[in-house]
């Protein structure tokens, strides 16, 4: 990928890193099953939520590394990766009927193979891990319904934990092709039925990313912690236990919400795993790759493109697989789940009886003092002011924050479709969500936001750096908030002074109104890597 000049000083404006790394996109069209299976997880058993999985046809409840290389084939492009991608399924829940339906995949999945960092390392026999929090039904990191601060302010806002980081690497793109694409990763919630209705007639591509820096254990007791986030999710430095440089791993995974049985009808889509929020979406790898290979590949598969015809490596070894090919591959369902039918056409429950929780509730608490005086902060100053809503209705708001931004993306030049799955955008500060984009969390858990007209507390006259060097207070950014309107883009910062009485562990804050406003200007950007050919297809 070539840059200019201008290309990075834009990227420099918003607070982003350019990103020139080579990768490559594993297309896995078809699916090998959809059925109550988690071999991480629940290994051995059956799993208490459905997945749909792709990959190595050696897949099942006790799927360990020589069971995925010894399956007879896989439902992705490359014939060397036995690898076991799988994510939770997605449903309609009917409100008239209160029954489920299983939403359409398009496509299958993407599988990036992203080269960051130094001295990448193929992942070894028997290396496994996940990336999200079954659990997690709330959001810690400042207000879901707003876009991310600039990168480059996240370690001053304390942004830069793992639990942050993890909740900032799920992405559910509204997907419409007449239209400029959404950024990857920049709404961390799933908007509810009411706007995927009205702005998203292509579907809604979920997306994840996994941790890339690794301690060099096969895996750990609640298979996170031998990985880590780098501070940036996708790049930036490793913590430094954990220094070794694994492959960035990315899912995208895109559901017909649009479909035709789900037109005109009124209810909610669900996560398997009972959550309509999208805060507890998560994805499973299982490396099935001879490390050999896999490392020949992260070094000389660096064509720009990120197309597999593109490396010599994948197709001087056999030609890729079809997309009929793969399609064909299916894992072979135990015996123990004959009876269950995670695919049929309307369920009473979700598969596994599994109840619809909408929390809030997090699967990773904070574990000390420091971290709770912290998860306190971000929840209190997001960048909002408190608004707490207590309906438990899914239906769209009536009234937004005045902050949120009510207009549609600029269409595209052109007038065709752009191919099933969009592209992969990294630029998480080019995109504001919309007033009506609201997912089922906005409605049942506690949202906080400042008017964007409030007084401010402070003189008109005072500068950031005055209060800065106020006698006796301490003023600390708390966040900010970067919004963007056609080739502007406005960067808000909000302060806050803070006294800290550390003998008896009592902290008071006190909120002042937004400090002095920043425009800058500065042309749009984004990094487009384009899907190939076909309507349906990646």
Known sequence: MTMNSRTLATLAILGMSPVTEAFWRMECRGSTGLALIDPIMD????????????????????????????????????????????????????????????????????AYYLL??????????????????????????????????????????KQTGQSD????????????????????????????KTFTDANCPDGLRLELMFPSCWNGELD?????????????????????????????????????TNAAQFQGKSGSFVISNGDRTGFGYHGDFMAGW???????????????????????????????????????????????????????????????????????????????????????????????????????????????????????????TSSSKTPSGGAFIENPSSSTPSAADFGIAAVTSTTTSFSSTSTPILP???SASQATSEPGVSYEVVSTQTITRADLVEEIVWMQP?????????TTVTIPGPAPQRVRKARDHVLQHRHNHGRHGY
């Open 290 to 412: 001879d490390p050999a290979f896999l490392q020949e590949a992260i070094e000389t598969c660096t064509n720009e493109s990120g197309e597999l015809s593109d490396c010599g490596l994948f197709t001087s070894n056999g030609p890729l697989l079809s997309e009929a090919e793969q399609g064909e591959c299916k894992f072979k369902t135990p015996p123990v789940l004959a009876a269950q039918n995670a695919a049929a056409k309307t369920l009473a429950q979700l598969p596994g009886n599994v109840q619809i929780q909408d929390g809030p509730q997090s699967a990773t608490p904070p574990s000390g003092p420091l971290d709770q005086l912290t998860s306190l902060i971000s929840d209190v100053f997001g960048g909002n002011a408190p608004a707490t809503t207590t309906t438990t209705s899914s239906s769209t708001p009536s009234s937004t924050p005045s902050t949120f931004s009510t207009s549609t993306p600029a269409a595209a």
């Open 43 to 110: 290994f051995g058993e059956v799993s208490t939520h459905a997945h749909t999985s792709h990959g190595s046809s050696g897949f099942g409840i006790s799927a360990n590394y020589d069971d995925l290389m010894n399956g007879d084939c896989t439902s992705c492009a490359v014939k060397q990766d036995k690898s076991a991608y799988w994510t939770p399924a997605m449903y309609f829940l009917d409100s008239a009927t209160n029954e489920f339906s299983p939403v359409p995949q398009v496509g299958g999945m993407l």
């Open 165 to 192: 980081l993890e909740q900032r690497a799920l992405g559910f793109n509204c997907l419409n092709y007449q239209k400029t694409p959404e950024a990857s990763l920049f709404r961390h919630y799933m908007p509810n």
């Open 498 to 506: 803070v006294v800290y009485v550390t003998e008896d562990s009592t």
């Open 460 to 462: 008109a006259t005072t």
């Open 116 to 157: 960051r960092g130094d001295n990448v390392t193929a992942y070894p026999p028997g290396f496994q891990m996940i990336a999200g929090s079954n659990y997690r039904r709330d959001y810690t990191v400042g207000d879901p319904y707003s876009p991310d601060p600039p990168q480059s302010n996240w370690a001053a806002l």
């Open 220 to 256: 750990s007791a609640d298979h996170k912690s031998h990985v880590a986030y780098p501070d940036l999710v996708g790049n930036g430095n490793c913590p430094d236990t954990h220094t070794k440089r694994l492959v960035t791993l990315f899912y995208e995974t895109i559901w017909d």
